[in-house]
């Protein structure tokens, strides 16, 4: 069993937390937060978690074996790193840092330290995505052409000018830091790396500063071209849809929306799967309903515990992390952008 420490308590450490009851793998045992309420204190006495009063506190205690970071990116390096240095294995939320020089400063102190990190890229292990993944690698799809994303939600409509996603800083293309890196990573795994990309990104009816219409092209490395686009602004949604030479896979679903239950953010991302051949009749399905939240962090606790490697390796989560640096440089240059 691996005893953690969730760091930050917003609405997805809630979330993070509540996926994990019942699991024989690994718990929450530890909470640190900035501020702490009586909301705060109502959840922790609920859930049976000691409030730590700082991170450093968190790093001292040798009963936590691991620490889950939720707390904006900017600050993502030094957690990680000072987490290392205690001999603790890292859990962090997406995006994992806004460069590929953080990425692999990050990924180089947990590898010294001999610790497991991991990334909370959740939607790679939906089991239509494994299913997606393996129907291209067996040549059902023929040769891929084209993988495009849509990823929408209304929640910037609603998000006070105070909060930290409201600073673009730490949401710096509106719906690229929330939602769009977890089609980046999709197409990391299904198609392999991202060669280059071109972003445009305003905004249209937020006023906060940040961006809410942002579309993104890329060409991968094998020579396929994709698309993303994410907006904050419009009706919550997800499709995912990739173009081969003997047909076509489109998966679609919805994005985490501000109110939605703790059970519908981690389960109901996936709804109807279709996929038309190039001769024949479309396949419609229901997606397979599964907790991807509990279900990343248990083949976290596994590798931390000396079983199967974390399923996204060093090397994808700092290129993922190149690819969203290319970004925001594209969206800032408004040219075509070189992934480093």
């Known amino acids: 069993m691996i005893n953690a420490a969730v760091v930050g308590l917003g609405t997805w450490g809630k979330t993070m937390i509540e ?63 000072g987490a290392a240095a205690a001999g603790k294995h890292v859990y962090c939320e997406k995006p994992f840092t806004f ?7 990050a990924i180089d102190a947990v590898r010294k330290a001999n610790r497991t990190i991991g990334v909370g890229y959740n939607r790679r292990f939906h089991p239509e995505m494994v299913k997606l993944h393996d129907r291209i690698k067996a040549g059902d799809l023929g040769t891929i052409q084209h993988i495009e994303a849509s990823m929408t939600y209304p929640n910037a409509l609603f998000l006070p000018p105070t909060a930290w996603r409201s600073n673009k800083s730490e949401a710096p293309l509106g719906g690229l830091a929330p939602m769009g890196v977890h089609a980046i990573d999709l197409m990391i795994y299904l198609c392999g790396g991202i060669e280059q990309t071109y972003c445009q990104s305003f905004a249209r009816e937020v006023k906060s ?97 000396g079983g199967t490697a974390f399923p996204i390796p060093p090397e994808q989560i700092i290129h993922g992390a190149s690819v969203t640096e290319a970004v925001i440089r594209s969206a800032a240059s408004g040219n075509v952008e070189k992934v480093a």
Do not use: N
């Open 209 to 305: 500063g940040t961006d809410d219409t942002t579309s993104m092209l890329f060409r991968m490395k094998a020579g396929m071209s994709g698309y993303l686009g994410t907006m904050t602004t419009t009706g919550a949604g997800f499709s995912f849809q990739v173009f081969g030479t003997k047909g076509w896979v489109r998966i679609e679903g919805v994005t985490h929306v501000a109110g939605a239950s703790s059970e519908e953010r981690r389960t109901r991302q996936f709804g109807v799967c279709k996929f038309q051949p190039v001769k024949g009749p479309t396949e419609t399905w229901e997606a397979e309903k599964l907790d991807i939240v509990r279900a990343t962090f248990e083949a976290f606790a596994k590798a931390a515990q």
């Open 99 to 105: 460069s590929k020089k953080e990425a692999e400063a």
């Open 19 to 81: 996926s994990l009851v019942g699991s024989d793998t690994m718990r929450f045992t530890t909470l640190q937060t900035r501020t702490v309420t009586p909301d705060v204190e109502a959840f922790a006495k609920q859930h049976s978690l000691k409030i730590a009063k700082s991170y450093d506190e968190v790093l001292a205690d040798p009963k936590i074996d691991a620490v889950a970071l939720a707390t904006p990116v900017s600050g993502h390096l030094k957690q990680i790193e």
